[in-house]
């Protein structure tokens, strides 16, 4: 033993088998360093969130920085759509054109107008194929089915279509005519009017005589009538022409009444037998002497009307084709 050591002391370990006995020590804490600013970025880009987000700086005039995490809104690029518009709007125009182009090519020129008012004019002056009397024309050969009038029916019929088609080609070819030529046009579609009804009268009249003897009906002859003939006119032909259709078809309808009060109506015929006794009812006599004269004077103006209608229509032949 070491005189030198205190007493109780064990030796230290010389390496011959023992360990040394010591006792850990605590570290010591790291000092904190300054880091920049570019060191602190980098530190957050580490963060998974910030990795996969790029981070937006905003300088501020206290000069800190501030982070902007929010993501990047995406730019819409608006050249599609401006390219799709001019698109749209190069074809809408080219339907237009295509479509006014077609309109030209198919409208109707001088000469397709001029045919079909020679098919009408020929229709009414030789009737089908040539068929007609030479002596008149055929329109007024019609008159003559005025108590047989089922064929004069379809006659007169065709030759409103025939007219109604020259109407159409020329206001749809856009020919340029006279205000003489526009003037005839207009009195030929008034004398043609007048032409169908006299033509149609029987026809005609028999809804009129049936609503006039319905129990039910509260209007009188003259208003019936006038229900049926054209309009008033600046021509004095047509509105005596007129005049006298107003009286022929009141007077008509007045006397289907004194055969029906007087139960002379069968059916749809009247008893002959039946009107014989009425002779001696003045007021019948003189409305049926009345009824006569009337339907006299009728076929007058009828005789003219053929003549204003021949007449008007060569005028607007001659026009056309001038």
Request: some cysteine.
């Amino acid at each position: 033993m070491d005189p030198t050591k205190p007493e109780g002391q064990t030796p230290e370990n010389t390496g011959t088998g023992r360990q040394a006995i010591f006792t850990p020590q605590p570290p010591e804490p790291a000092t904190p360093e300054t880091t920049s600013g570019n060191s602190a970025a980098s530190a957050n880009l580490s963060h998974p969130y910030f990795s996969n987000h790029p981070t937006q700086t905003y300088a501020v005039e206290t000069g800190d920085i501030i982070l902007n995490s929010a993501p990047t809104k995406t730019k819409h690029n608006k050249r599609p759509f401006i390219i799709g518009g001019i698109i749209l709007v190069a074809f809408l125009v080219i339907c237009a054109v295509v479509l006014m182009l077609i309109q030209i090519l198919s409208r109707p020129n001088r000469a397709t107008v001029v045919e079909s008012f020679a098919t009408y004019k020929n229709y009414i002056e030789f009737g089908p194929n040539n068929s007609g009397e030479t002596e008149s024309w055929y329109i007024a050969q019609l008159s003559g089915y005025l108590y047989d009038s089922a064929d004069a029916t379809e006659e007169i019929k065709k030759i409103n279509e025939l007219y109604a088609d020259f109407r159409t080609k020329l206001q749809e070819s856009g020919v340029e005519v006279s205000d003489e030529t526009q003037h005839l046009i207009s009195t030929e579609t008034a004398l043609l009017e007048y032409a169908t009804l006299y033509i149609n009268l029987d026809n005609t009249m028999q809804p009129l005589i049936t609503t006039y003897l319905d129990p039910s009906n509260n209007l009188d002859a003259a208003t019936l009538a006038a229900q049926i003939v054209p309009a008033q006119s600046e021509s004095s032909f047509r509105n005596g022409f007129r005049n006298t259709l107003l009286q022929y078809i009141k007077s008509s309808l007045e006397i289907q009444s004194i055969y029906n009060n007087n139960y002379c109506i069968v059916g749809e015929s009247v008893d002959s037998d039946c009107v014989a006794l009425l002779d001696e009812d003045a007021a019948y006599t003189e409305l049926l002497q009345q009824n006569e004269s009337t339907s006299l004077t009728l076929q007058r103006y009828a005789s003219r009307l053929w003549a204003e209608l021949e007449t008007c229509t060569e005028a607007i032949w001659e026009k056309l084709n001038a």
